[in-house]
């Protein structure tokens, strides 16, 4: 049996939002990491479209959303993180190793507000001008010539916890699709209209994209193109686009896409949900592998075995817990509930966060998972051999073992693409629980 023990600063809340405390070092070190941005003008745009992602609804825009960068300082890099006020655009800018002229001293996430003063400092940051960053449990500062801003730390919306994970799964079965120099990038993003809210499909044709509104083998997904516009001040500075997606054929609906605006020493990214209307929060795609009796526990020897290098190695994880790849990769699925995995397209990896861990969070953030187990639980779920039945409330609902398929009303409006209903993950809970020997 493995334990895990996490030290942190102070105690974490789920009220409203859910305020963190990360594990910020020894007492004597109370800095993840402080230093300069080797890249400053690339990497001021870059924060700045990071926080225009977190206060921006793409559907249905009403007033400024108050959320706000997730930071993470790992071991040779840090990550700012955010998703829209609409939870369909998950945004992040990596600064890579070449990127850091300073030492992380400490792992950790916190989570910080970047205001108007913030905001407007970053935009007069030059090329060449110097830009110095602390990045604390408790605090963001960040130096330049206007002098010192303290951006304190936040309550991080519970929403984007299931943001985050579903993210993470989603793009883990992405792979690149198309790369396209800095050139061919402007040309392509500054013909898209930032009022667009169409599902397109980019298909590689030699040095770009063609946008048509039909899937073809090989296409990338491009759902409300007008969701690309926080990257293309970015596009001075150069580098190349590199376009990620799932494999399509000519009869697939709507999927995610990761566009990534790529330097040496930076990575801006985003990923937009299928659908403008659609959030991550909402996409079920965590939910096969969470139903397992043994994800939970799986997850907590994962936890402890996790490492802070830049990428987490699953075959190592397997090797070290003596799992199989696949139940270490449905153990990242529930960390990554929990926040505390989250999936790098351009390394085909996962990476570490250090928001808190608990098991607990899975139920509360996934109440399809909470209804399937209750289910179970009431003795509502009658195997059959091929198809099993599902007594829920005063609805009886069939359940094929094939595809997973059932006769509810979710499966009827949705057809699996915003993952399982209850009713068939009740179905998978207790034909797995059958096959366990007594």
């Known amino acids: 049996m493995v334990s895990a023990a996490y030290s942190y600063l102070g105690s974490s809340t789920l ?16 800095r993840f990491f ?27 825009p009403v007033s400024l959303a108050s959320l706000d960068p997730v930071v993470t300082a790992g071991s040779d890099r840090l990550r700012f993180e955010s998703f829209s006020g609409c939870c369909g655009v998950y945004a992040r800018l990596d600064v890579l190793p070449g990127g850091l002229d300073g030492e992380i001293v400490a792992h950790g996430t916190t989570n910080v507000d970047v205001n108007v003063p ?31 801003l303290v951006e304190r730390k936040v309550p991080l919306p519970s ?26 990038a402007r040309t392509l993003l500054q013909r898209l209209s930032a009022t667009d809210k169409s599902v397109l499909w980019a298909i590689p044709a030699g040095r770009t994209l063609r946008l048509t509104s039909r ?44 566009w990534e605006l790529s330097l040496p020493t930076l990575r801006l990214s985003l990923t937009l949900s299928p659908e403008p209307y659609r959030g991550f929060s909402g996409e079920g795609a965590v939910l096969d592998s969470l139903a ?58 996962y990476f570490h966060r250090t928001l808190p861990y608990s098991a607990d969070v899975v139920a509360k953030m996934n109440p399809r998972l909470a209804g ?42 949705h057809r699996g693409d915003r993952g399982p209903c209850k009713h068939a993950l009740a179905v998978r809970m207790a034909l797995t629980a059958a096959e366990v020997p007594a």
């Open 15 to 30: 009220d409203d939002g859910l305020t963190l405390q990360t594990s910020g070092g020894p007492a004597a070190h109370p």
């Open 34 to 60: 402080t230093g300069f941005l080797t890249d400053p003008g690339a990497a001021a745009t870059g924060l700045l479209a990071v926080a225009e992602v977190a206060r921006t609804r793409y559907f249905r």
């Open 118 to 148: 913030l905001q407007r400092a970053l935009t007069r940051v030059g090329r060449a001008d110097p830009l110095h960053v602390a990045v604390g449990p408790d605090d963001l500062t960040v130096t330049t010539f206007d002098g010192e």
């Open 159 to 184: 929403r984007w916890l299931r943001g985050f994970a579903e993210a993470q799964v989603l793009t883990s079965r992405f792979e690149p699709r198309a790369e396209l120099s800095i050139a061919d």
């Open 215 to 258: 899937p073809a083998p090989g296409a990338v997904c491009l759902p409300g193109a007008g969701r690309l516009i926080a990257i293309k001040p970015f596009l001075r500075y150069g580098g190349r686009l590199t376009v990620y997606g799932p494999p399509v054929s000519a009869g697939s609906g709507p999927v995610a896409s990761t």
């Open 292 to 349: 397992g009796d043994e994800a939970a526990d799986d997850a907590d020897l994962i936890s402890a075995l996790l490492s802070w290098d830049p990428t987490i190695d699953v075959p190592a994880l397997a090797d070290a817990s003596g799992l199989g790849a696949g139940r270490v990769r449905d153990a990242l699925t529930q960390l990554g509930t929990a926040g505390r995995v989250g999936y790098d397209v351009a390394e085909a990896g």
């Open 372 to 413: 399937a187990q209750a289910l179970v639980e009431a003795g509502a779920v009658t195997a059959g051999a091929d198809v099993s039945v599902v007594r829920s409330g005063d609805e009886t609902y069939h359940v094929r073992h094939e595809t997973f398929s059932c006769t509810c009303p979710w499966w009827a409006r």
